[in-house]
């Protein structure tokens, strides 16, 4: 059972109901106000601090604006018959307003976590927690938009989202029928050791027993009522395990009687589930926070809004808030209540074609579909573009954008992974792939090319679970330099244009007809994430699929379209969005959302005796020095574009011409 959403919502109903005002914040409780980074200066701005808290809100379930939201008309309502609801907030704002920028970007959580200042700003967070309670100087990074003068807000949308470790979130809210529970046939996937990784046994330490835990609680313990499989690759056949070799462990998880689960295997639970969480609540909470600091006025209860004068307000969101910032969008979210604008500026990083599992009856807003993981649950949904176009498939007639006076300038970048895992090409494409669309003119769309999907500053080429090392090319440089270029399109001036592969120049291909140069050592992926119609998630099955194209490679192997940043301009290596899996895992199968990276030789001697039919660098760039000038060439041009700031472009040429790469040559 899958509800499928649709917009029934008139803009005279809009008109009507913009005056009742129901969808608000009703309290702001600050529960704390610190200095951040001990007081430390940043440019003009200076000092920030951190504000950290809870807002509650309510909404009128029989507003034009709410009635999206799945489960909302039953959900519990209080004596005024609206739907209450409590969120985390975070925020660093200068210490003094008046030398801020006036603006604040609100980076949307993933799974409950801050993302922006450790990914966007290169901070060094020394684990999950002080990644999610930035306090130091190291967690600060660059400083780039803290000197910039904007004010970071944070919180909580997912009453799924971990509290622990620092995490943010929210309240639950639990649907009913008419006060008796709500009880469905769900299905659950579980698979352990690929994104969820157990911490191994110490030494000395006795194997323990890992659980199987599920997404909601069991309506029934009855082993009868339910059914678990298991298969090692994603279209493998389900092989049912019999019930003596699992049992229930309480409402929420599963043991296996006799062994533990095996890496990477695709665990299957149909069972009656019952209670489901009104997630669709997140949305509208993350609609009126925004719109209430942006108001800055003291109508809540409690103390005042602690924001005041924000004149612009953009939003930031990469992989589950990327997709979170599409289905915001899409949805009407940034029209709030009193009929304004709530964001002016959205930046969606690696999001693909997707949306979030979130509004739905009993959704799973932590899923996220790849070629083997969550395959077969709610993600790539028409409309996939913000263009209007007509789906043949199913016949529909939609945009991401709604063309209502109340959209975003809307700005995405995928890597590379999107093309082979998420769908990406959908977002410039018609649905059957054969053609290239316009985006309208209040959208952008570009491919960092070279990039794996969760790519930062300190990425390494560790192997983790995957067959071949992983891409360390980090996309933030361009990230920065777009982000900047949202704001300043706002504005009033244009960003760079679109740069993504096209079907006309030859930029798009197929997995199929990929020709990907003989690396020696190095696995090579014949597989892509398929996209399909799936008319009830419950029952795992692609009605229809859609096609998948991804970005052709030159002879190296790298793309030749998209943000070729100067170390795939003027590469070393050869750097891709995929990789597979490696034993005990499946072989074969895509792993996660990883790349392939792969070093040249740095001699012609050294390539002739490995066989590698790519040029060495001593062949591509004579020497060192040879080197430098073409990468400090192919940074100036992306200088000149927009496509990297200034102060980057410099870090990168240091770093190209630093004794560590020289040692690349030979030197």
């Known amino acids: 059972m899958q509800i499928i959403l649709q917009r ?47 807002f509650k809100g309510e909404l009128d379930p029989a507003d034009a604006r709410n009635r999206v939201i799945v489960n909302l008309d039953k959900a519990p309502r209080n004596a005024r018959g609206f739907v209450e609801y ?63 003068g904007y004010t970071l807000v944070w919180s909580g949308w ?8 620092n995490g943010m979130s929210m309240s639950a809210i639990i649907a009913s029928d008419n006060g008796k529970p709500i009880v469905r046939a769900i299905r659950d996937e579980i698979i352990t050791e690929t994104r ?57 998880a599963l ?76 949805l009407g979210f940034n029209q709030d209540e009193s009929a304004r604008k709530v964001f002016d500026g959205v930046y969606a990083h690696t999001a693909g074609a997707g949306g979030v599992f979130l509004n739905y009856e009993f959704g799973q807003p932590n899923r996220t579909s790849t070629q083997h993981e969550d395959h077969t649950f709610p993600e790539n949904v028409f409309p996939f573009s913000a263009a209007r176009l007509t789906d043949p498939v199913t016949g529909k007639t939609d945009g991401m954008l709604r063309n209502d006076g109340f959209d ?15 769908g990406a090409s959908l977002t410039i494409t018609d649905p059957l792939g054969q053609k290239d669309i316009a985006l309208p003119l209040t959208a952008r769309a570009y491919l960092i090319a070279g990039t794996q999907h969760g790519a930062t500053a300190w990425m390494t080429s560790t192997r983790g679970s995957c067959v071949n090392p992983r891409n360390p090319h980090s996309p933030t440089p361009a990230q920065r330099a777009l ?63 859609y096609p998948v194209l991804i970005t052709q490679i030159d002879a190296d192997g790298n793309e030749i379209a998209g943000i070729r940043l100067p170390e795939i301009a003027v590469p070393l290596a050869t750097h891709t969005g995929w990789n597979e899996y490696a034993k005990p895992h499946p072989e074969g199968e895509l792993c996660d959302r990883d790349g392939s990276y792969a070093p040249f030789a740095a001699t012609r001697t050294e390539r002739e005796a490995k066989s590698d ?7 591509r760039y004579g020497d060192h020095a040879g080197y430098v000038k073409k990468f400090s060439e192919a940074t100036e041009r992306l200088v000149a574009a927009r496509l990297l700031l200034r102060e980057d472009a410099d870090l990168l040429i240091a770093r190209a011409k630093s004794a560590e790469t020289a040692k690349r040559f030979g030197r």
């Open 8 to 54: 029934c919502v008139l803009l005279s109903a809009l008109a009507m109901t913009a005056s009742t005002a129901g969808a608000r914040v009703t309290e702001i409780n600050t529960k704390s106000v610190e200095s951040f980074a001990n007081g430390a200066a940043f440019g003009e701005t200076g000092a920030y601090e951190r504000v950290s808290g809870s």
């Open 86 to 148: 409590e969120a985390d907030f975070f925020l660093l704002r200068p210490t003094d307003a008046a030398r801020g920028n006036h603006k604040l970007i609100y980076d949307v959580t993933n799974r409950g976590r801050k993302v922006m200042h450790w990914r966007l700003m290169d901070g060094k967070p020394k684990s999950v927690a002080s990644a999610n309670d930035p306090k130091n100087l190291d967690d600060a990074g660059n400083g780039l938009f803290l000197r910039r």
């Open 158 to 165: 997912d009453s799924e989202a971990p509290r622990e470790f």
């Open 196 to 252: 969820d990784r157990a911490d191994p046994p110490k030494p000395g330490e006795a194997p323990r027993k890992q659980l199987l835990k599920l997404y909601y609680d069991a309506a029934t313990l009855d082993q009868r009522e339910a059914r678990l499989t298991m298969r090692r690759g994603e279209k493998d056949p389900r092989v049912e395990i019999p019930a003596t070799r699992w049992a229930f462990a309480g409402s929420r």
């Open 255 to 330: 043991e296996l009687i006799g062994s533990n689960p095996e890496p990477g295997v695709i665990y299957e639970f149909h069972y009656k589930a019952k209670d489901p969480r009104v997630l669709g609540v997140g949305l509208a909470a993350t609609r009126d926070l925004i719109s209430f600091l942006r108001a800055g006025g003291d109508n809540a209860k409690g103390k005042a809004s602690p924001l005041k004068g924000i004149t612009g307000t953009l939003a930031f969101g990469a992989s589950q808030s990327g997709r979170f910032l599409r289905d915001f969008v899409y």
């Open 408 to 422: 975003p300038l809307w700005m995405e970048t995928n890597t590379s992974t999107e093309y082979w895992q998420k």
């Open 483 to 545: 982000l900047v270029a949202l704001d300043e399109w706002t504005a009033g001036k244009a960003p760079p244009d679109t740069r993504t592969p096209r079907l006309a120049d030859g930029t798009f291909t197929t997995v199929d007809a990929l020709k990907f140069p003989a690396i020696p050592g190095l696995k090579v992926a014949r597989r892509v994430n398929e996209q399909g119609v799936l008319s009830d998630w419950t029952k795992p099955v692609f009605e229809v699929r």
């Open 613 to 619: 039919p790519r040029p060495s660098l001593e062949e």
